[in-house]
Antibody, heavy 120, light 111 residues
Framework: EVQLLESGGGLVQPGGSLRLSCAAS????????MNWVRQAPGKGLEWVSS????????YYAESVKGRFTISRDSSKNTLYLQMNSLRAEDTAVYYC?????????????WGQGTLVTVSS | QSALTQPPSASGSPGQSVTISCTGT?????????VSWYQQHPGKAPKLMIY???KRPSGVPDRFSGSKSGNTASLTVSGLQAEDEADYYC???????????FGTGTKVTVL
């Protein structure tokens, strides 16, 4: 059974940093691109970042480019999102999601999400 | 990259059909056959219902179907059931610099 379990969310002040983790199990982690998608309270979904299966290619939404860094450790089957220079508008539930097969084929498994709150 | 446009709400009685539209541009929906649809119940993670415009993942009922014409994609839910009441989001690949632009979301109500 595929499982994705996020952790690392919490309350952080504006300008602060946070690192999210997503522990994956039930599939060959190193064979699939992985993603972060967020959802602000009461709002819609927003794609944040993606990383290729090898980790050699990374992609970011314009809203987080230069502030967030996605990475993965296949030895630990874990996906990460390093978030720096956080702003109030980054407040959201952050989901990690596995690509169905390849980019464009949708996200077939999602974690339960971890809440990040940016506030003073 | 702007969000794809969906109607805020849609509704139907049990057994009826409801269709949700998702309008983008030639840079996303119209440019690729990579449209996905997600169902999200309150407090839950999204669930993939349709991918590559019209394909259903294993386990998704065939009451759910997808299509596309030009820059607009559509999700149809036939034979509405109470458990179909949820938020629905479309998403499209939009090139290597924007791997997943989402729609604004549609709340489906089963009357």
């Amino acid at each position: 059974e595929v499982q994705l379990l996020e952790s690392g969310g919490g309350l952080v002040q504006p300008g602060g940093s946070l690192r999210l983790s997503c522990a994956a199990s039930g599939f060959t982690f190193s064979s699939y691109a992985m993603n972060w998608v967020r959802q602000a309270p009461g709002k819609g979904l927003e794609w944040v970042s993606s990383i290729s299966d090898s980790g050699g290619s990374t992609y970011y939404a314009e809203s987080v480019k230069g502030r967030f860094t996605i990475s993965r450790d296949s030895s630990k089957n874990t996906l990460y999102l390093q978030m720096n220079s956080l702003r109030a508008e980054d407040t959201a539930v952050y989901y990690c999601a596995k690509v169905n097969d390849y980019y464009g084929s949708g996200f077939d498994y999602w974690g339960q999400g971890t809440l990040v709150t940016v506030s003073s | 990259q702007s969000a794809l446009t969906q109607p805020p709400s849609a509704s139907g009685s049990p057994g009826q059909s409801v269709t949700i539209s998702c309008t983008g541009t030639s840079s996303d929906v119209g440019g690729y056959n990579y449209v996905s649809w997600y169902q999200q119940h309150p407090g839950k993670a999204p669930k993939l219902m349709i991918y590559e415009v019209s394909k259903r993942p294993s386990g998704v009922p065939d009451r759910f179907s997808g299509s596309k014409s030009g820059n607009t994609a559509s999700l149809t839910v036939s034979g509405l059931q109470a458990e179909d009441e949820a938020d629905y989001y479309c998403s499209s690949y939009a090139g290597s610099n924007n791997l997943g632009v989402f729609g604004t979301g549609t709340k489906v109500t089963v009357l």
